[in-house]
């Protein structure tokens, strides 16, 4: 585009903004180009759908069609929040979300941050291989796996306890309630760190090896170049990947609290997933379930435009 | 990345939005049920024109066979027909009917178990009594007297689906009630066993003196299988059956009144529960019989520790089997109804008359609806019985002297690799229409099944002969009170009975389940002391979420379902 | 000199631990998988016994024999091969290409069209209405349902972006002044940049595709030539769920023919040995000691 002066500037913007704008956009073609397809695209399989939130405010039969049902207005959702299980649902959720955002943000960077510092590659890549292994052996087994290793009847856990003196009986750690969430998280972080670092991993190989080099010589030692320079480099993966999965506190699903679960930890391990589905979809209460679902969008869309908007008021960048 | 890939790539995202376009319109035809419909069929000729048709089954097949068995490749050549079976993978059968019913699009034959409302509802089911009228005679033989069950309500005599369970069906032997290993009982030689009092005796006794196993491990009394679902075959059921009440579901019918309550509400179950607490109490029953999986309970079992379970055996089957290829047969168990007192029988055989539940139906989205029928009454007729039940003559039993008698080795593989069996015979693949159940005979006097008394002595161990001929018995159902010992529920049985598709006492009846597997552990492992505590808060709880209603709601039930079946 | 040896001193003990750590951390995430593969070459009966840890007691092949008997195995292999390799090259250049015009804090539409994209992370129709919508695309069974509704990530669009930001402005200026239109810019400039994130995201993708299986079942259950190799193992993968009718004697059976547990392992060492024979040629990418030189020219 040929510079204009800045007088030119200031007459085109006051005279004609519309042409402007279309000037910006013919200027900007490729991107739109690269870009408007997708748009569609997701309004076509993201956004079309939602019509199916209608069924909440009815009393949805399958045999009519959307427009032929019952109007029952907010009724479904009258019925949600004066269900006194539906808020011990919900705060099983949120305890265990919250444990695992913190720990799934604090654990997997550690891991790639050490992981970083080896040098030995054949061990490095070794490590880093075997360490995400967990994630694709299957809640199911890693269910039995945990239960077995906790259990009082010969786990190993209790055995270790007792031989370092540590405690005198079995401890019966997954009929605790209270350890519960406990035992979720350390699960989950055990199954999934390696995963969750590779993506931290990436980030930390792409920051300038320059900044290093420098360091050194200024005489850093190994954490402070951690700090001020690798931690730093990953902020920006790392702050967009929490302000995100901040939305996601709520839909967390329920294998794997149904999995490690059992009937004596039950008031902590049932979450909102499970509770949509035994309540809705499988009593064919379609428009209850549809409800709930609007209630797990609504929260996290403003869970995570707030998280972002607060992020926004301190560092003046906007993850989204 | 390199040129080349990025042309590459870039490539194939141009193919894509192409692709995209042209397929768009080219798949229309792929959507349709695939495979030729029959050639045109006027009203109701029979042609043997190959057709394929869709059945969807709410309970998952693991052994399905594609029609590639002996069974299914006879069907094939006689009927024309080829089934597609589809199933429930890895979701909830709930799910995919409604996907079913959302989209209108439905298969030709259906097996909804307890979806059957929805279609109902939806208008998906044909209504199969002009059908059986005309083309049935087969189907109609087989359900005789019951015909008149089968009626879908007081409001709509349709009959939306044929019922898949055994007619006349008789229990040969019984494979619940409460279970003692072999060793137990010879060592103790054999006692009374009729009380729970017995059972803990005999428990407590032998865990004195042998407490720990030969490698060294401890042996546990009693073990639950309490931390998955089977936590209401363990322990809520056996409630019912030791205080005399038949299995109708979580409620008691009064027989006289025909009122229902949950089976929990009767102060002779709180009893039993007590008694549970009081085992625990004494250490007799495994502390982690509400928090081990399924694998791990079946492990236990299968290393012996496990003096006695409260289980129904095809849910131990797998362990027990483990254990026999062990030949660790003392260690197995012999199955015994035990109940609170003496004066208490157990109820586990009370008649029903023929339950008429879950079954198969013809949609209207069938290609051919009566060849369906046709396939069905074939299915249904001596020759179709005699075929999925035993096979196919020469291959899979020989016809002695009159006598239809299975080869050894088809045999052995059908007990010891059962999947295989199936997969290959297809016996057990095709109980897709009426039928007999066990224990009737045919017009050349062999049984309809191949479950029948002299069966069930072949498949006992030496262990299981010694303490039956022990007991003086031949069969472990010896020790149960005769079929005809109480009179037949009018109602066939409670749990047959559906709810009403989303309503509240379906509702009501969620919160109650959930409750119960909160408290029922909770007051199982508490203090003594402590046991009323929990279970009356237990039933305040039930109370709170509105069991009245739903126990009237369910009383009403059963009161329709006696009228609609007297008729 | 002193203070360079203290220096060393410190770094070693430094090194020891990590690397003491690491092994540790190596040794309790293998244990699982060793546990799976155990199981997987023991017998069935014998695992019911439960009690093996990292080597087979009574070693038998039989389980993948079973598996590699299964009839759909081939077809569902090469088709989730297929969809692998086309919806993750598919996957990583749509994401790209997204990430890149929502780098651009200059672009016009940057801030809506961004706004539009995150929403849809947190939302969504329902199972019958998406179900419904792909029906009225004719998509059910087809391939391309497996491509067309999964072209997109959103979140791996943030994760590349937030990775694009990181890059110095410079570069992208420099290709400006060079008269380089935006797509050049990107294709030629940004895309070699990226190799870690997208290497990354490459891998997300493409387990995710390997492993699906529930829009198989949705989509393309009557269509065995669709079927896709985690489906076929799902359908032998079933386990008894609480509405099973467990009074009828049929379903009894059933119940008691579960899929026993060698098999369940055997399925799950044949699904992720592919993805661990390919991860390496993703891994050099992204683990900081191969891409040196790479970064910098």
Not at chain 2, 56 to 85: C, H, P, R, Y
Request: negative net charge.
């Amino acid at each position: 585009m040929k510079s204009l002066s800045t007088g030119d500037r200031a007459q085109e913007a006051t005279r004609k903004p519309k042409s402007r704008f279309w000037g910006k956009m013919l200027q900007q073609r490729y991107l739109y180009l690269m870009s408007l397809p997708f748009v569609i695209w997701i309004f076509v399989f993201s956004y079309m759908p939602i019509w199916g939130w209608l069924m909440a405010f009815q009393n949805y039969k399958p045999k009519f069609g959307i427009l032929n049902q019952k109007w029952v207005g907010f009724d479904q959702f009258i019925e949600l929040f004066s269900d006194d299980r539906f808020y011990l649902v919900l705060r099983n959720t949120l305890g265990m979300s919250i444990m695992g955002l913190i720990v799934s943000f604090t654990v997997p960077v550690a891991f790639a941050l050490l992981l970083n510092e080896i040098k030995g590659q054949f061990f490095k890549r070794s490590i880093q291989t075997i360490s995400y292994l967990p994630h694709f052996v299957s809640w199911v087994v890693v269910a039995g796996i945990v239960t077995k290793m906790l259990s009082a009847d010969g786990g190993a856990v209790n055995q270790l306890l007792m031989t370092l003196h540590l405690i005198d009986e079995p401890i019966q750690f997954m009929a605790k309630g209270e350890w519960f969430w406990s035992i979720v998280t350390a699960s989950d972080m055990w199954k999934e760190t390696g995963w969750n670092s590779i993506i931290f991993l990436a980030a930390m190989s792409g920051i300038d090896q320059e900044q290093y080099e420098a360091a050194t010589v200024d005489g850093a030692g190994r954490f402070r170049k951690m700090w001020h320079i690798t931690l730093p480099g990953i902020r920006t993966t790392f702050m967009v990947l929490f302000i995100l999965s901040i939305g996601h506190l709520i839909s967390i699903g329920f294998e794997k609290q149904f999995l490690l679960g059992n009937p004596l930890v039950i008031d902590y391990a049932e979450v909102l997933d499970l509770y949509a589905l035994n309540y809705g979809i499988n009593l064919s209460r379609y428009s209850y379930g549809t409800a709930i679902g609007i209630f797990n969008s609504v929260v996290s869309l403003i869970l995570v435009f707030s998280a972002n908007w607060i992020y926004k008021r301190v560092t003046k960048e906007s993850v989204i | 990345m390199k040129r080349k890939t990025q042309m590459l790539f870039s490539l194939m995202l141009a193919l894509v939005f192409v692709f995209v376009t042209a397929c768009g319109s080219n798949n229309n035809s792929n959507s349709n049920t695939g495979g030729t419909p029959s050639a045109t069929d006027a009203a109701g000729e029979e042609t043997h024109a190959p057709m394929t048709i869709r059945l969807a089954s709410g309970d998952v097949n693991t052994s399905w066979d594609d029609m590639q068995s002996d069974i299914g490749k006879f069907l094939q050549e006689k009927t024309g027909i080829t089934i597609k079976e589809e199933f429930p993978i890895g979701g909830s059968d709930a799910e995919m009917f409604a996907l079913m019913v959302a989209s209108d699009e439905y298969p030709d034959l259906v097996m909804p178990k307890g979806n059957v409302g929805k279609l109902v509802d939806a208008g998906a089911l044909l209504d199969l009594r002009p059908l059986i009228e005309e083309h049935g005679p087969n189907l109609k033989k087989v359900y005789g007297d019951y015909l008149n069950r089968l009626k879908w309500s007081a409001e709509d005599d349709s009959i939306y689906v044929l019922p898949l369970d055994g007619v006349d069906h008789k229990y040969f032997d019984a494979g619940g009630g409460f279970q003692l290993q072999h060793q137990v009982l010879e060592e103790l030689g054999y006692p009374e066993m009729k009380t729970v009092q017995d059972f803990e005796n005999a428990i407590k006794t032998y865990l004195e003196k042998n407490p720990k196993t030969e490698d060294g491990q401890p042996r546990l009394g009693l073990s639950l299988n309490g931390g998955e679902w089977q936590i209401l075959i363990s322990v809520t059921n056996p409630a019912f059956y030791a205080t005399g009440a038949p299995d109708d579901g979580e409620f008691y019918v009064n027989q006289d009144t025909l009122e229902a309550v949950m089976h929990y509400q009767r102060p002779e179950e709180r009893e039993y529960f007590r008694w549970l607490n009081h085992m625990n109490d004494i250490g007799l029953l495994d502390k982690e019989s509400f928090i081990q999986k399924y694998d791990q309970y079946k492990s236990k079992i299968a290393s012996g520790r496990v003096l006695a379970l409260i289980d129904q055996d095809w849910d131990y089957a797998e362990a027990e089997n483990s254990l026999k290829a062990q030949s660790r047969f003392g260690e197995t168990y012999a199955n015994f109804p035990i109940t609170l007192n003496s004066s208490i029988q157990d109820h586990s055989f009370q008649g029903t008359g023929y339950l008429a539940s879950y079954g198969i139906g013809i949609t209207k989205d069938a290609q051919d609806p009566v060849r369906l029928i046709k396939l069905l009454d074939y299915l249904a007729s001596e020759e179709g019985q005699v075929l999925v039940n035993w096979g196919i003559e020469g291959k899979h039993y020989n016809v002695v002297d009159g006598v239809r008698v299975i080869p050894e080795d088809v045999q052995n593989m059908k007990t010891n690799d059962n999947n295989t069996f199936k997969k290959t015979t297809g016996i057990g693949n095709y109980f897709m229409s009426a039928r007999y159940g066990d224990g009737v005979k045919d017009s050349t006097g062999n049984y309809y099944t191949t479950n029948f008394p002299e069966q069930i002595q072949a498949q006992y161990t030496e262990a299981d002969k010694k303490t039956l001929a022990a007991y003086g018995v031949s069969t472990y159902k010896d020790f149960w009170p005769a079929d005809d010992a109480f009179p037949e529920r009018k109602y066939g049985a409670a749990w047959t009975l559906p709810f009403e598709t989303g309503s509240q006492a379906n509702v009501i009846f969620q919160k109650t389940q959930d409750i119960m597997k909160k408290r029922i552990p909770e007051a199982i492992l508490t203090s003594p002391d402590n046991f009323d505590n929990v279970y009356d808060a237990f039933l305040k709880d039930l109370d709170d979420a509105g069991v009245d209603k739903l126990n009237a709601e369910f009383t009403k039930m059963v009161q329709d379902r006696v009228e609609l079946w007297s008729e | 000199m002193a203070g360079l040896k203290k220096r060393s001193m410190s770094d070693k003990a430094f090194d020891t631990s990590v690397y003491v750590l690491m092994a540790i951390v190596g040794i309790v995430t293998l244990y699982p998988f060793l546990n799976v593969l155990a199981i997987s070459f023991n017998n069935s009966i014998d695992t019911v016994r439960g009690g093996i840890t990292i080597f087979p007691r009574e070693f038998t092949l039989d389980n993948y024999i079973k598996i590699f008997e299964f009839e759909g195995l081939m077809t569902g292999f090469k088709n989730s091969v297929l969809r692998t390799v086309l919806g993750t090259g598919i996957g990583v250049l749509a994401a790209s290409m997204m990430a890149y015009t929502l780098s651009r804090t200059d672009f016009q539409a940057r801030r809506w069209m961004s706004v539009i994209f995150a929403a849809t992370m947190y939302f969504s129709g329902g199972l019958i209405p998406t179900y419904m919508l792909i029906r009225k695309l004719d998509l059910i069974s087809t391939f391309w349902v497996y491509i067309i509704p999964a072209i997109l990530s959103v979140w791996n669009v943030f994760v590349v972006r937030s990775y694009i930001d990181g890059l110095p402005i410079a570069l992208q200026e420099s290709g400006k002044i060079d008269g380089a239109n935006d797509w050049t810019i990107f294709w030629k400039i940004i895309l070699p940049l990226c190799q870690p994130v997208l290497a990354t995201i490459a891998l997300f993708i493409a387990v995710g595709h390997w492993n699906a299986w529930f829009d198989t079942y949705l989509y393309n259950s009557q269509r065995p030539e669709f079927t896709t190799l985690q489906y076929e193992l799902m359908k032998v993968l079933q386990s008894t769920q609480a509405s099973t009718n467990y009074r009828d004697p049929n379903s009894q059976q059933n119940i008691a023919a579960v899929s026993p547990e060698s098999i369940k392992m055997a399925i799950t060492i044949v699904v992720t040995v592919p993805i661990l024979v390919v991860y390496p040629f993703l891994q050099k990418y992204f683990v900081k000691g191969m891409t040196l030189g790479a970064v910098k020219s």
